[in-house]
């Protein structure tokens, strides 16, 4: 299936912008004047980069603020620039770039193609087409660079081929606050024996002076000019437009010790007509060179005669394919809806492996400087659960030596960088540990997880603390919010619950939030779960207990008459109330009324009319209704958030995934659809048209500015949001409703009316099952399965029936 969209500004171009190749899992794009940059990730899990639909591009290894390699502009214009810059120099000295940016040449054909971890760029000017496929090797931290020259006309052709990339400091703060003395401390220089130009930052007290690399920029064919300085390249007062190395035909040679470097360098090569030459760089990493140079020389060279062996770059491409392959295995559905179904299989998995890899850190909008968020990425791993269930526990298990031993987590920690964790006291970070147990116990039935031992964060938030089984850390978290209960018996506030700026209503200490009482009450009865199953009679006694108060407190004081308040401000006041001035309704305490079961169904169903009445919009379900005035018209503003920005009512797409879960929940097919649809990035796009929306049709943003706001419908901040966990586990688990439960795996669609059914492969506990779901019309519940035909009672699959089995049919029988 491919879909396609013509640029609003038709006028201008027949091309459709872009257009979805479903069979390879990618997309082209065919404009590259896109208002804003497209990005895609390549990474290994240790070396990474992203890169726009022009080349504009950053490399880091293991972390954006330790180890940013190369610089790239997010903010200041030109923006999205510089990147992995190959430019194509023609006998008659013809400058262009298969990234169509940053040379002003104009192209006859141009694409690029973002697929799963690789991006490949194509230009063609008269007989010429270049193409430059940059991927990571999954098996080597270099970056790889394939070109392919094809001469179409009826003569040879001679030409240059020039890479090149901007170097930082490695230390983004550094570099930030002293990089102007800093930059006297490193070399680049080219060397003749391997043929590579090198660059070495030798900053004595970089916080991991043990592993800082040498980094390389070589190629497979032989180099005729090189440069390292960064002004010989490009020449005084010139940008990445115009190289004064590539107009001469010559990168200068330049070495520096000292200023701003860049690694250039100059390949010739002639093409045969009819013919297609091909030729590689790589831009790669070689760790510990301050603590053993020699060494690290070394193994560049072992390095580089792997990388330009016969067969490296195909080999490490198909390693890559692979590895997606395995991981769109995981679940794979056919929908009657086209545009859903690729989000499913593909755009929402991808953009998992980038927030599971790069929480919230670096994009082309995002600094990189804020590490991994506590609930981030604890949400984040409910995604790759399913798919990769090892990874997802690694990860568990570290947010959990990330925990206090009273309970409470820090808010952001810093797994790749000696840098201390944030240590402000929120009441939801903790919260989202059982859930994650929850999930992994649920997918992998090892119900040992939670007797593993590890250590809880001492103290002074660096070191590890007193040792406790996984068990007692998810008791310790109930605890913390047992123990921090406000004036109406519902958690504190404290610093912040889920919605970030929140904690301006408890300054003093004193708010309370409903969102993290219903929170509290979704986890409680998760934990009961989890206690049942370890035949822990005392957890289930206190956690039963715990529950009851909890329920009650939320019934007794949190309904406002058509919907449940957000909390209590400092003075006792009710926040999202219709007594409210303003924020009279927020979307968070609505759909988690549903998800906790807390309140009768009629009040839940009434909390659910009140968003779609008052919160949902043409672009989405605002954050709260109405937005509160900022500086200067209100002096002690909710945050500082302009009117439909951000945390001050925009669709905060984060949010809308609850609701899509709520309405499912609710047994409300159209509506849970509805949300599904508007914020599937392809659609919003659509229905918004580009101009407005400018973002990603691939992968989620983490809002869309809402109605009060001019800019109504533009797309903030895509790939690092929580929404693409969240939108993964709504529609798999709850649209399509393939969920893993404790007690097996649980089949409850919530299929669209005019729906006959679907089909999807689930790959659970070893077992390939091959799902089939024909509903018929006015059928609404599932009651039995048939499992290869045999029939079993219930809509839960238990794990025993499939056991030892590599695969298995499954039909559903459904009831009104
Ligand atoms: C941002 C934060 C997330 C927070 C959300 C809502 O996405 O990363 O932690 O919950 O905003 O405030």
Redesign the pocket.
């Known amino acids: 299936m491919a879909n396609a969209v013509i640029p609003s500004d038709a006028s201008q171009s027949s091309r459709p912008a872009y257009r979805f190749n479903d069979a390879t899992r990618s997309i082209s794009i065919f404009d590259p004047a896109l208002p804003s940059p497209w990005i895609n990730y390549l990474s290994n899990g240790s070396l990474h980069a992203f890169v726009s639909q022009v080349g504009g591009s950053s490399l880091w290894w293991r972390t954006p603020i330790n180890f940013r390699i190369t610089r790239y502009r997010g903010w200041t214009t030109p923006t999205d620039a510089p990147g992995f810059y190959l430019y194509v120099r023609e006998s008659d000295g013809t400058v262009w770039s298969p990234t169509s940016k940053p040379c002003d040449t104009p192209l006859d054909q141009w694409e690029a193609r973002h697929s799963p971890g690789a991006t490949c760029f194509t230009g063609r000017r008269g007989a010429l087409e270049v193409s430059q496929h940059v991927f990571i090797a999954p098996e080597s931290d270099v970056l790889v660079w394939d070109v392919k020259v094809t001469n179409h006309g009826t003569a040879p052709t001679a030409l240059d081929l020039f890479g090149y990339v901007e170097l930082g400091l490695l230390e983004y703060p550094l570099e930030s606050s002293w990089g102007y003395y800093v930059r006297h401390q490193f070399k680049t220089w080219f060397e003749e024996a391997s043929q590579a130009q090198l660059y070495l930052f030798h900053h004595e007290s970089h916080p991991r002076l043990a592993d800082v690399p040498l980094v390389y920029f070589a190629s497979d064919r032989p180099v005729a000019s090189y440069s390292g300085d960064r002004q010989g390249f490009l020449g005084y007062g010139r940008t990445e437009r115009n190289p004064q190395g590539v107009e001469r035909g010559n990168c200068g040679n330049g070495s520096l010790w000292g200023g701003d470097a860049c690694a250039a360098l100059q390949t010739p090569l002639t093409v045969a007509p009819g013919k297609t030459e091909r030729m590689a760089f790589y831009l790669g990493v070689i760790p510990g060179a301050m603590v053993d140079f020699a060494g690290a020389k070394e193994k560049l060279c072992a390095e580089l005669d792997r990388l330009r062996a016969p067969g490296f770059v195909d080999a490490q491409s198909a390693g890559l394919a692979d590895w997606w392959k395995e991981h769109f295995s995981g679940f794979d559905c056919k929908l009657p809806d086209a545009d859903c179904e690729r989000q499913i299989n593909t755009w929402t998995p991808v953009n998992c492996v980038h927030t599971g890899r790069f929480s ?1 850190s670096f994009s082309q909008y995002a600094s990189g400087l804020r590490g991994f ?1 506590f ?2 990425t604890a949400q984040d791993m409910l995604a790759i659960v399913p798919r990769r269930p090892d990874w997802a526990r690694a990860e568990f298990l570290r947010l959990l030596n990330h925990q206090f031993a009273d309970g409470h987590a820090v808010h952001t920690y810093f797994p790749e960088d000696n840098q201390a964790p944030a240590r402000s006291v929120h009441s939801d970070d903790h919260l989202w540990l059982p859930m994650l147990a929850h999930a992994l116990v649920a997918e992998t039935g090892d119900i040992g997880l939670l007797s593993a031992r590890t250590p809880f964060l001492a103290e002074d938030g660096i070191t590890p603390g007193v040792e406790a089984s996984v068990w007692e850390h998810l008791l310790a978290a109930l605890d913390f919010t047992e123990a921090h209960l406000g004036a109406h018996a519902i958690p504190l506030t404290l610093h ?1 619950d ?4 929140i904690g301006r209503f408890a300054r003093k200490g004193k708010g309370e939030t409903v969102m993290v009482a219903q929170q509290y009450i979704y986890v409680l009865r998760q934990m009961l779960e989890l206690a049942e199953a370890l035949r822990d009679e005392a957890a289930k006694a206190r956690l039963t207990e715990q529950m009851k108060r909890q329920r009650s407190a939320v019934l007794a004081k949190c309904w406002d008459g058509e919907w449940w308040m957000r909390g209590f401000d400092d003075e006792g006041a009710p926040m999202g109330s219709k007594t409210s001035a303003h924020g009279q309704i927020w979307l968070n305490s609505q759909t988690w009324s549903v998800l906790a079961d807390c309140g009768d169904k009629a009040q839940q169903t009434a909390a659910m009319d009140a968003v779609a009445r008052i919160l949902d919009t043409p672009h989405g379900i605002k954050k709260l209704h109405p937005s509160f005035p900022t500086f200067p018209e209100a002096t002690d503003a909710f945050s500082g958030y302009s009117l439909g920005c ?2 001050n009512g925009a669709i ?1 797409c ?2 809308n995934t609850w609701a899509v879960i709520a309405e499912a929940l609710l047994g409300r097919p159209e509506r849970a659809w509805k949300y599904f649809r508007q914020l599937v990035p392809h659609i919003a796009l659509q229905e918004t048209g580009l101009d407005r929306y400018q973002c990603e049709p691939y992968a989620y943003a ?1 809002s869309i500015i809402g109605p009060e706001n001019p800019r109504f419908g533009l797309a903030t901040l895509t790939h ?3 929404t693409a966990a969240w939108m993964d586990v709504a529609a798999t688990q709850y649209l399509l409703g393939i969920r893993p439960t404790l007690g097996g795996l649980k089949f409850a669609p919530c299929l669209p009316p005019d729906w006959p059914g679907f089909s999807a492969t689930r790959l659970y506990r070893g077992c390939r099952l091959d799902i089939v779901v024909k509903r018929p019309a006015g059928a609404s519940r599932v009651v039995a399965l048939r499992i290869d035909g045999k029939r079993r009672e219930g809509d839960t699959l238990l794990p025993e029936w499939i056991a030892d089995r590599q695969t298995a049919r499954i039909e559903l029988e459904w009831m009104d």
Request: include cysteine; glycine fraction near 16%; hydrophobic fraction near 20%.
């Open positions: 919230r968020g609930r981030d912040s889920w919605n970030d700026c951000g945390e905060f984060h949010a983490s690092v949001t929580g």
